[in-house]
């Protein structure tokens, strides 16, 4: 996966510490467990030619936490993106 950035982006990560950088946008959200005004981060990933042809071949998408406590995590679908 590619790291994208994110419609909206509100700061960039992890540059300082070495990384690429990641583009995340932050949001408030109403989690099951935290309730109405949880605090998110959320990032965009494109897949290469050959992850979209596994993934439209019935792939999962794996998610790898650096570090050995798995903090909670959400995983979605972002929309298309716009012509222009």
Do not use: F
Not at 18 to 35: K, S
């Amino acid at each position: 996966m590619q790291i994208a950035m994110i419609e909206g982006a509100t700061r960039i990560i992890g540059k300082s510490q070495g990384y690429l950088g990641l583009p995340l946008r932050d949001e408030v959200v109403e989690c099951t467990v935290n309730g109405q005004g949880t605090p998110a981060m959320v990032t965009a990933w494109s897949p290469t030619p050959d992850e979209l042809a596994r993934l439209n071949a019935g792939a999962s998408v794996h998610l790898r936490i650096l570090g050995s406590s798995h903090p909670p995590v959400m995983l979605d679908v972002g929309d298309p993106p716009t012509e222009g």
